[in-house]
């Protein structure tokens, strides 16, 4: 690999792909997906990215990939790789400097991670420019995630980041903690790794903690002090944590600079410190669809997509809604009844109640043609349906 300051520098091809055809659904239930979030402090402890982390880090999660897990990287360091270019010599404060190296450093930060990965015979990398409300708004998170999942399905690894060039909040406190742990959320996530610069949470001795039950419980440990080129800090990394643990995903803190790192965590070494979820894995997730939010409409189906609903897991394809009740958007929650009325569960819709409506009863390779687009096959995904209790056991008329 090129080190950073050479001048054969490139753009690598592997930033844009064209993904493969993909047949069936991708498999399920053995593949696990884990999302990694590298600090600045990690990819450049020097305020100027060093090209060997790179390297590592794209081996391990190759060979994570390689091992069954789905991988998604978070990565920081787009300001330490737009630095020099911008004739600063260390981090600027002033944050439309900050922004500036951020745009600029884009682009050299993708091309380390493409030449890396590319060394390391993982596979292509996307880029993906997410903001923190691109995951809090309904519609919005919905699109992002199907776009994860469709890179990941196509062997892609995403490489996501802070969009630092419009952003103020996040360009100021809390760095891409908090954006690592709404992707976690969103793909549904068994694992997030935060790789820092420190060997995990400290106690008060100074000692790392192995597990902490509650990120609160740690609140009197820290320390204030940030890294040069980061924004976070721990109490960042604590809150995040917070936010993935609600959600059933479980996170390590972890150090980013110890050789084989990412492979010690999965296998469950005593590496770093973790932090166990509140309710597991998908439960969290469908308990928030299923009793916190409110319907925004109705969907009916027809008795075949009920039992394949309650008896197989499916998600509910256009072909099997019957008729829709009310007006709502993309990603809204929606009440799903069988055909006698009889509540089936609810879930996240994929379209608005209008497309919905010009889809209900037609095949999934019909979606294109009626729409002129398509954003996925299903109008509500199995992993966004809450089935209503004592559904299951009822089960899909006769």
């Keep these: 690999m090129a080190h950073p300051e050479s001048t054969d520098r490139r753009p690598t091809p592997a930033v844009f792909v064209r993904l493969p055809a993909l047949r069936g659904r991708y498999a399920t239930g053995a593949v696990q997906t884990v999302v990694?979030?590298?600090?600045?402090?990690?990819?450049?402890?020097?305020?100027?990215?060093?090209?060997?982390?790179f390297d590592r880090l794209a081996r391990e999660a190759a060979r994570a990939a390689r091992s069954g897990w789905r991988t998604a990287l978070v990565s920081?360091?787009?300001?330490?790789?737009?630095?020099?270019?911008?004739?600063?010599?260390?981090?600027?404060?002033?944050?439309?400097?900050?922004?500036?190296?951020?745009?600029?450093?884009?682009?050299?930060?993708?091309?380390?991670w493409g030449e890396a990965f590319d060394a390391a015979g993982a596979g292509p990398v996307a880029q993906v420019l997410l903001t923190a409300d691109?995951?809090?708004?309904?519609?919005?998170?919905?699109?992002?995630?199907?776009?994860?999942d469709r890179l990941l399905r196509a062997g892609v690894t995403p490489i996501v980041n802070e969009n630092d060039s419009v952003v103020y909040d996040e360009i100021t406190v809390g760095d891409n903690?908090?954006?690592?742990?709404?992707?976690?959320?969103?793909?549904?996530?068994?694992?997030?790794?935060?790789?820092?610069?420190?060997d995990g949470v400290l106690d008060r001795e100074g000692r790392v903690a192995?597990?902490?039950?509650?990120?609160?419980?740690?609140?009197?440990?820290?320390?204030?002090?940030r890294s040069a080129t980061g924004v976070g800090g721990m109490r960042a990394k604590l809150d995040a944590a917070q936010t993935?643990?609600?959600?059933?995903?479980?996170?390590?803190?972890?150090?980013?600079?110890?050789?084989?790192?990412?492979?010690?965590?999965?296998?469950?070494?005593?590496?770093?410190?973790?932090i166990d979820p509140i309710?597991?894995?998908?439960?969290?997730?469908?308990?928030?669809?299923?009793?916190?939010?409110?319907p925004r409409g109705r969907l009916?189906?027809?008795?075949?997509?009920?039992?394949?609903?309650?008896?197989?897991?499916?998600?509910?394809?256009?072909?099997?809604?019957?008729?829709?009740d009310g007006e709502f958007e993309q990603g809204a929650v929606v009440e799903i009844l069988g055909p006698g009325g009889e509540a089936v569960g609810r879930g996240l819709a994929s379209y608005t109640s209008a497309e919905i409506r010009r889809i209900a009863g037609r095949r999934t390779d019909e979606i294109e043609a009626i729409l002129g687009y398509a954003y996925t096959d299903e109008v509500v995904h199995r992993d966004d349906l809450a089935i209503a209790r004592g559904a299951d056991e009822r089960g899909a008329p006769q």
């Excluded at 959600?247 to 296998?267: F, K, Y």
């Excluded at 309710?279 to 409110?294: L, N, Q, S």
């Design 210 to 225: 192995p597990e902490i039950v509650d990120p609160r419980q740690a609140e009197p440990w820290l320390r204030p002090g």
């Design 279 to 294: 309710v597991a894995g998908p439960a969290a997730r469908k308990a928030w669809i299923g009793a916190t939010v409110r």
């Design 134 to 148: 691109d995951l809090e708004h309904r519609a919005r998170f919905l699109n992002a995630r199907h776009t994860l």
């Design 244 to 274: 993935a643990r609600r959600h059933g995903v479980r996170v390590w803190i972890a150090p980013g600079r110890r050789e084989g790192v990412i492979a010690a965590v999965l296998n469950r070494e005593a590496v770093g410190t973790r």
């Design 76 to 112: 920081s360091g787009a300001i330490a790789c737009g630095l020099g270019p911008m004739g600063f010599a260390a981090p600027p404060r002033r944050v439309l400097d900050r922004q500036a190296a951020a745009a600029v450093g884009q682009q050299r930060l993708m091309a380390l």
């Design 300 to 324: 009916h189906i027809d008795g075949g997509a009920a039992d394949a609903l309650l008896r197989r897991g499916a998600s509910l394809l256009p072909r099997g809604v019957v008729a829709v």
């Design 177 to 198: 903690d908090r954006l690592a742990a709404l992707v976690a959320v969103a793909l549904g996530a068994e694992a997030l790794i935060m790789l820092s610069s420190v």
């Design 36 to 53: 990694v979030k590298i600090g600045s402090a990690v990819l450049a402890p020097g305020a100027s990215p060093d090209g060997a982390v």
